[in-house]
């Protein structure tokens, strides 16, 4: 597995795990929470050595899961998760909170649950306007300067919200949404992480799986399947958005690889910097998603999925507004 640099010096694999959907959003959870736990152990043999986790994914089990699986590695590998949720009385999420009491409280309760003494890369969430950027950053500063946390880091944030976070506390890694679907990150955030030296993580590099080509106009979700809620997977949004599988597809077969890998190997080309970090519950899945470090898109490539993309236009938002507004981009 190639290895890639995030901000200074956080060595990391060139493609990470993204562990939430090994606790919700994607339909029914594992019933075998030792086949999640395989899974970890084979993305380690197989040289990953970058898993996302955070508090409000479950909450809480996703970040005991990837402590428990990670426990026997975990001097060769990097952990990031996340603060910015408050919850209620029956643990559910109940809004953003990133006042200095709640991170300090939140972190030593990832690393209880993550069972280590230090989170490698601890991000905020969600940008808090209720809370200046400037004390956030000076309460991961803090974090940092007591050995609790390595290295900061933030999601969702807008180029002028990172740039005065870095300033406060250098910033080693942003991570936001991030495919050949949603490219809005390009505009101003990647310029900014240029000029700072910050590194991103995209997430959801495959469309929430639609960009691997085996979801359909007919697929069917569950009730407890995000995709559900999201306007780009309503069932005449995905048609239209058919178009960008069917590019990927077409320059997958003449390489011999599958659509996934191209639109991974896409992303890891826009600067050398990238690290995504897509999700699966299957080994397959993951193999896959491994092996697009290897494949290599020439300029031609390059230019040609970038002309082709600017052609089509995806249709349907992101995200239901609720959880739009809660970014910062």
Not at 78 to 90: E, L, Q
Not at 204 to 230: E, N, V
Not at 290 to 301: F, K, P
């Amino acid at each position: 597995m190639q290895i890639r640099t995030l901000g200074r010096d956080l060595e990391v694999s060139a493609v990470g795990l993204g562990c939430m959907g090994m606790s919700q959003s994607y339909g029914p959870n594992p019933g075998d929470r030792q086949e999640m736990i395989a899974l970890i152990h084979a993305a380690v043999d197989r040289g990953v050595t970058f898993f996302d986790t955070a508090e409000v994914y479950g909450p809480f089990v996703n970040e005991e899961l990837v402590g428990e699986a990670l426990a026997p590695a975990r001097d060769q590998v990097v952990i990031a998760t996340k603060f910015g949720f408050r919850f209620n009385g029956r643990g559910r999420q109940a809004g953003l909170v990133s006042r200095p009491e709640h991170i300090t409280a939140a972190a030593d309760g990832s690393l209880r649950r993550l069972g280590t003494d230090v989170i490698d890369l601890y991000y905020q969430h969600r940008v808090n306007p209720d809370m200046p950027i400037e004390d956030v950053a000076g309460t991961v500063a803090g974090l940092i300067a007591a050995g609790k946390v390595r290295h900061f880091g933030l999601s969702e944030a807008a180029a002028g919200t990172i740039g005065r976070a870095h300033a406060v506390q250098p910033v080693t890694a942003v991570q936001s949404e991030y495919s050949l679907w949603w490219r809005r990150p390009e505009d101003q955030v990647l310029p900014v992480l240029d000029e700072l030296g910050i590194g991103f993580v995209p997430y959801s590099p495959l469309g929430k799986g639609f960009l691997t080509g085996t979801i359909t106009a007919g697929t069917a979700f569950t009730s407890s399947d995000i995709r559900a809620t999201i306007p780009r997977f309503a069932e005449e949004n995905r048609t239209a958005n058919q178009a960008l599988v069917d590019l990927l597809a077409a320059i997958a077969r003449r390489k011999d690889v599958t659509p996934a890998q191209i639109a991974l190997s896409w992303l890891l080309a826009q600067r050398p910097w990238v690290v995504p970090i897509p999700g699966t519950r299957r080994l397959e899945r993951l193999e896959e998603n491994i092996g697009a470090a290897r494949v290599e898109l020439t300029a031609g490539d390059l230019a040609e999925i970038q002309a082709a993309a600017a052609a089509i236009q995806v249709r349907g938002a992101r995200y239901p507004e609720h959880l739009e507004r809660m970014t910062n981009l």
